[in-house]
């Protein structure tokens, strides 16, 4: 197990500055360089820190394998951004991370290396003294290993030139959503669902979208934070271990996918929340499927006054929960997109997953405030003119499936803003920051970067430098096309001839480079594993002693074909 210390409890207590020190070292937040009678030296009130949210320990590997719920891919990127680019380029705070005082952070460094998985940690954490001593914070995190992935592919977009961040923050408005823009959707979908096929070229909207409807589909992290059910390991795993998927395998979604309102309605049983009726309507508002259901376990609420079920309505029905599973999976194509208000509610009743959703309780907001959400009643009179849900029968889950289609073909044909006070706020955030830019007063953002005129490195083997020069090549491409202004610097590839090599080569370029990544493909030989343990223990010292203070270090396990990875982070206090 990994030796799990709070902080907070470490600190309590009578303990004078030189015990202080002793600790830090012990725990790897400092080391034998530190002078131990210096303690404001080695901790002044400027220094950056990261540590976890909830979320974030939900994910450590200190929470126990079973309730543990991974992060992706997407989310140590996250880091790796706001590490470079600071606060004032954040839509909204980190999920799973607090990096305080982040824009003190000199400089940060990457190691990636493939073939190293949970299991490895798991069975060898003696054969890392010198990583464990370093580290606090350790997170399983979900890699494309697992399910085919590119690794480099989903890693690439982290380097970016200064010139580069300017453009894409003034279109986007922040980093974060320039990423989730620049991101292919079917990239982290695909690490948890059976999803097949490619998407060659990119279709064309319909004439009735002003923008691509898969711009307003929840992305995968966003359908866990909003407690929908999807077949991931762990916690998760056990907690859905009775749903079953829409589709056996899905088709890549595109801007042509089908959409379909979606409505449950449910009741109070001796054993909690069950289904009574369910409702899809097609793009066309023609009702495709509505049917009751008969809970197993008895009735103690119909809830008629929300629902509309009765007693009566039931008496005769016969249809069970397994039989309207199968009508769905029959019903709906592989790349369907259910549409409705607070969905995830609506999949649990069905006991059902699927990776396609467009949620009108997120892509609508009256407040500003992403966690007030409105009722689909609100919505449908202020932005429909309908009024909905005022019989006194309760109300009826066609109406509702309908309502919510018609709220999102009525965003689809006005633009990405519409409705959405948080989107609102954030189109200020960016006319701020144009503003700035003509003044001169962005400069102040990125002065560490600009000031020193520095590019990124990536560095590696022929059998992964040539994977970065593709990828970043057809992203440069991208970019410059979509912005014909910009002559985007290249970020430096550097290719070695050995592992060695690449370890010395990053801890030489932290001196030169804002951004430092070095990614290796590694083959961990069964019979030698131990010794080659040791060696990657002896790595990432090396790494981590070549890093200037305030740097931040982030160290990625890229897992295997059978095993998730994991991620180490933590900012160099002292040298």
């Given at each position: 197990m990994v030796d799990c210390p709070t902080p907070?409890?470490?600190?309590k207590g009578n303990v004078n500055s030189q015990q202080?020190?002793?600790?830090?070292?012990?725990?790897?937040?400092?080391?034998s360089a530190v002078d131990v009678n210096d303690n404001k030296r080695a901790r002044p009130k400027h220094m950056p820190k990261f540590r976890l949210k909830t979320s974030g320990e939900t994910s450590s590997l200190c929470t126990p394998s079973s309730e543990r719920i991974p992060l992706t891919l997407t989310d140590i990127q996250y880091v790796l951004l706001h590490s470079l680019l600071g606060n004032l380029n954040l839509a909204q705070p980190p999920r799973w991370y607090v990096l305080d005082k982040c824009n003190n952070i000199k400089q940060?460094?990457?190691?990636?290396?493939?073939?190293?998985?949970?299991?490895?940690?798991?069975k060898l954490q003696d054969k890392f003294p010198k990583t464990k001593k370093i580290f606090e914070d350790y997170v399983e995190v979900l890699t494309p290993s697992v399910y085919g992935g590119s690794l480099v592919q989903e890693l690439a977009l982290v380097p970016l030139s200064e010139n580069e961040k300017d453009i894409l923050i003034q279109k986007y408005g922040s980093m974060n959503l320039a990423l989730e823009a620049r991101k292919d959707l079917m990239i982290m979908m695909r690490a948890v669902f059976p999803i097949t096929g490619e998407v060659n070229e990119p279709l064309e909207i319909s004439s009735e979208d002003k923008f691509p409807r898969t711009q307003l589909m929840l992305s995968a992290w966003q359908l866990i934070e909003e407690s929908y059910p999807v077949p991931l390991k762990g916690k998760l795993e056990s907690a859905y271990s009775d749903?079953?998927?829409t589709k056996d395998q899905y088709m890549p979604v595109t801007d042509k996918s089908p959409m379909f309102g979606l409505d449950c309605e449910m009741c109070i049983t001796n054993a909690g929340s069950e289904l009574t009726r369910v409702s899809l309507v097609d793009e066309k508002h023609n009702m495709i499927?509505?049917?009751?259901?008969?809970?197993?376990?008895?009735?103690?609420?119909?809830?008629?006054?929300y629902s509309g079920i009765t007693k009566k309505l039931l008496s005769d029905v016969t249809k069970r929960l397994e039989d309207v599973q199968k009508d769905i999976r029959e019903l709906l194509p592989a790349d369907a997109i259910l549409v409705g208000q607070s969905l995830n509610l609506d999949l649990h009743a069905l006991r059902m997953m699927h990776p396609y959703v467009i949620d009108t309780s997120v892509i609508f907001n009256f407040t500003g405030e992403r966690t007030r959400k409105p009722k689909l009643k609100a919505l449908a009179r202020e932005l429909?003119?309908?009024?909905?849900?005022?019989?006194?029968?309760?109300?009826?889950?066609?109406?509702d499936s309908?309502?919510?289609?018609?709220?999102?073909?009525?965003?689809?044909?006005?633009?990405?803003?519409?409705?959405?006070?948080?989107?609102?706020?954030?189109?200020?955030?960016?006319?701020?920051?144009?503003?700035?830019?003509?003044?001169?007063?962005?400069?102040?953002?990125?002065?560490?970067?600009?000031?020193?005129k520095k590019t990124s490195l990536v560095v590696g083997c022929d059998n992964i430098t040539g994977d970065y020069h593709t990828y970043l090549t057809q992203a440069k491409e991208s970019l410059s096309s979509q912005f014909k202004k910009v002559k985007p610097k290249r970020v430096k590839l550097k290719t070695v001839d050995g592992v060695e090599e690449v370890i010395s080569s990053l801890a030489e370029s932290v001196k030169e480079y804002n951004f430092s990544m070095a990614h290796l493909k590694l083959d961990i030989d069964s019979e030698n594993e131990s010794k080659q343990i040791e060696q990657i223990?002896?790595?990432?010292?090396?790494?981590?002693n070549s890093l200037p203070h305030a740097a931040l270090c982030a160290v990625v396990f890229g897992g295997t074909t059978d095993d998730n990875g994991l991620a180490m982070i933590k900012i160099k206090s002292s040298l």
């Open positions: 907070k409890k470490r600190r202080q020190d002793v600790l830090r070292k012990e725990n790897g937040t400092g080391d940060t460094t990457c190691l990636v290396l493939e073939g190293i998985s949970m299991q490895h940690w798991d749903y079953v998927m499927y509505d049917s009751l259901v008969k809970p197993y376990n008895d009735i103690t609420d119909y809830l008629t006054r429909l003119k309908l009024d909905i849900q005022s019989g006194k029968n309760g109300h009826c889950s066609v109406e309908l309502a919510s289609l018609k709220l999102v073909q009525l965003k689809l044909g006005k633009h990405l803003e519409f409705g959405d006070a948080v989107h609102t706020n954030r189109e200020k955030y960016k006319e701020n920051f144009k503003l700035a830019i003509a003044k001169e007063y962005a400069l102040s953002i990125f002065n560490h970067m600009i000031e020193q223990d002896n790595w990432i010292q090396i790494v981590w």
